[in-house]
């Protein structure tokens, strides 16, 4: 069994920044692929942003391209979501997933973290 760690959700202003970690208590095969959804309050979740573990392979959203980066640090087994250039539609319960490959559909992602918030308003 693999458990994500997340933190680092929080209320920020249009326009402002935010970097979500999470970390997995020890990688598998089954954490290939590590990524970000998010659910808004009455919508479904969806897929943000995610990356491989090893190499360089990332996808994102159309709607977060140029603002969110998703990065690791190997040394601190950690993956990072910087969200720049925040707005009020990105405000959510976001969660770190893991799985065995890289998509934009919850399919290949068999752990999931428990959701930090985050909200964007003035």
């Known amino acids: 069994q693999v458990q994500l760690v997340e933190s680092g959700g929080g209320l920020v202003q249009p326009g402002g920044s935010l970097r979500l970690s999470c970390a997995p208590s020890?990688?598998?095969?089954?954490?290939?692929?590590m990524a970000w959804f998010r659910q808004a309050p009455g919508k479904e979740r969806e897929f943000v942003a995610g990356r491989t573990w090893i190499g360089s392979n990332t996808l994102y959203a159309d709607s977060v391209k140029g603002r969110f980066t998703i990065s690791r640090d190997a040394a601190n087994n950690t993956m990072y979501l910087q969200m720049n250039s925040l707005k009020p539609e990105d405000t959510a319960v976001y969660s770190c997933a893991a799985g065995r490959s890289l998509a934009a559909s919850y399919a290949p992602y068999a752990y999931w973290g428990q959701g930090t918030q985050v909200t964007v308003s003035s």
């Open positions: 020890r990688r598998t095969l089954s954490t290939y692929a």
